[in-house]
């Protein structure tokens, strides 16, 4: 298995042109949550010609609701969603510049398109690895959108994130070469 | 059989609803664990068994911490069997049931992600409520009741199809490698998946989540339904989708199927998608 590599926020275009899919990544500083409900308001804003309330150039997105913290503890339970719900805002957002996202699943061919035009790059989280993934983060501070509860853009300082390249800027896809690699080798004798 | 009328108190009920939705959300079972550290050892993916690990690791380290172990802690879904010779008392049977959901998700931390209106308001209501809560009235004086933390990610994935007669096993069998095929990564694999087959078409849904609880390990008792089980697990784990859908040979940990009898013209199948955080337990009362 590839090594794993370390990077740090903000991501510029020329570090996340040099991920390649299958990379497995620890990311630390700063980064953003979001999930559907903020994703709306945002292109909302930029739909209108209006100032988004977090500057999104080099900055990497993590699709999550976070469950509460519980005393003690920076975070609670912080797993990846399912990125798919995010594909019909995140291309104006990759053009505007965000350079990174965090999530889990298939993105659709226009995310794809965008992310090989703008050097960006899709990293998937393990699903279902919420507590380990909670223990990577710092702290949270909600930054926008508040009324939403668990789907407010928080800012997260993170130390050692674990994540995996999925979709690389050149539009390798882990989701896809991955289960080609693996297709038909389960050698079941019951078939 | 019981002679007489037994007293169940409502408060009772809230207290073992809570409860349960406590325990499954810090603690998957050790059916869950064991089946992930047999696919673990089996994976021949490097990522694939990294990631298995990876699971592993978050699992133990949920039950040790009290967090849940997944952020999505799901709708709360509980069926219940409730005995002909009891009696409710001080309180409403679902409202008792919607309570123990609240105070589960309020004092334990766990996310509250249900939305009333789900098409012009989409507004949480705030304490996880209301559950989607099945009753059955039996013979007897006692309560079960089976619940389930239902993560959307994964039932997003899942299906529904009104096969013909004639399409036989080789239709379902083939409508649920589909339906897993289609899903890909996005449900968290590895997956328990839960099928019923026959019924109406909502009788099939509702027992096809029914079977994603059923505990790992254990089979349809009919060795023809048995059979179908193993069969569509490995065709499922053909796929190469594998943990976290980066591919590997642990794309299923189970297949679950069960059946209720059906109309002359019909052949209904669902699919209930469940990802590796298959949250179940039960409690009798």
């Not at chain 1, 279902?128 to 789907?151: F, K, N, P, R, W």
């Amino acid at each position: 298995m590839a090594e794993v590599k370390r990077i740090q926020t903000p991501l510029t275009k020329d570090v996340a042109a040099g991920l390649r899919a299958g990379d497995r990544v620890l990311i630390s500083g700063i980064i953003y949550t979001g999930r559907d409900a903020a994703h709306k308001r945002l292109v909302a804003l930029l739909e209108e010609g209006k100032e988004l309330p977090v500057d999104i150039r080099n900055q990497i997105i993590y699709y999550v609701g976070p469950a509460p913290a519980p005393p003690g503890k920076a975070i609670g339970s912080a797993g990846p969603t399912s990125s798919y719900r995010m594909d019909r805002y995140a291309p104006v957002l990759i053009e505007k510049g965000l350079t990174g996202m965090i999530g889990k699943g298939l993105r659709g061919p226009a995310v794809i398109e965008a992310m090989k035009a703008h050097q960006a790059v899709y990293f998937a989280a393990t699903g279902g690895a919420a507590v380990v993934i909670a223990q990577s983060i710092i702290s949270q501070e909600i930054i926008a959108y508040e009324d939403l509860g668990t789907e407010a853009i928080h800012r997260l300082e993170v130390k050692d994130f674990p994540v995996i390249v999925a979709i690389d800027s050149q539009g390798n896809n882990l989701y896809e070469t991955g289960r080609k690699e693996y297709q038909g080798k389960g050698n079941h004798s019951n078939i | 059989m019981v002679k007489f009328m037994r007293e169940i108190k409502a408060a009772l009920i809230t207290e073992k609803v809570k409860e349960l939705f406590l325990k499954i959300s810090y603690e998957i079972g050790d059916d869950v664990l064991c089946s992930l550290k047999e696919g673990k050892d089996k994976e021949i993916s490097p990522i694939g068994k990294a990631i298995l690990e990876e699971i592993i690791e978050n699992d133990t380290l949920a039950a040790k911490e009290r967090m849940a172990v997944c952020q999505d802690t799901g709708m709360a879904v509980v069926f219940a069997e409730v005995g002909q010779e009891v009696h409710i008392t001080g309180g409403d049977f679902q409202e008792a049931i919607n309570q123990g959901v609240r105070e589960a998700y309020g004092q334990g931390y766990l996310r509250k992600s249900v939305v009333s209106d789900p098409l012009f308001e989409r507004k949480n209501t705030q304490d996880n409520t209301p559950a989607v809560i099945y009753t059955d009235i039996v013979a007897g004086g006692g309560i079960k009741l089976a619940a389930t933390a239902k993560g959307f990610g994964s039932e997003n994935m899942s299906r529904l199809k009104m096969l013909t007669p004639a399409d036989g096993q080789q239709g379902v069998l083939d409508f649920i490698v589909e339906t897993v095929s289609l899903a890909g990564p996005n449900p968290c694999p590895p997956l328990v998946v839960g099928v019923c087959v026959g019924g109406t078409m909502d009788k099939a849904a509702q027992l096809a989540k029914k079977a994603t609880m059923r505990h790992l390990g254990f089979s349809n008792p009919d060795p023809r339904y048995q059979a179908l089980e193993e069969k569509a697990l490995a065709l499922i784990n053909e796929t190469g989708i594998g943990p976290g859908g980066l591919g590997g040979l642990t794309t299923g940990l189970a297949v679950h199927i069960d059946w209720y009898p059906t109309h002359i013209a019909g052949l209904p199948v669902a699919v209930n998608i469940c990802c590796h955080a298959v949250r179940h337990d039960t409690v009798e009362i």
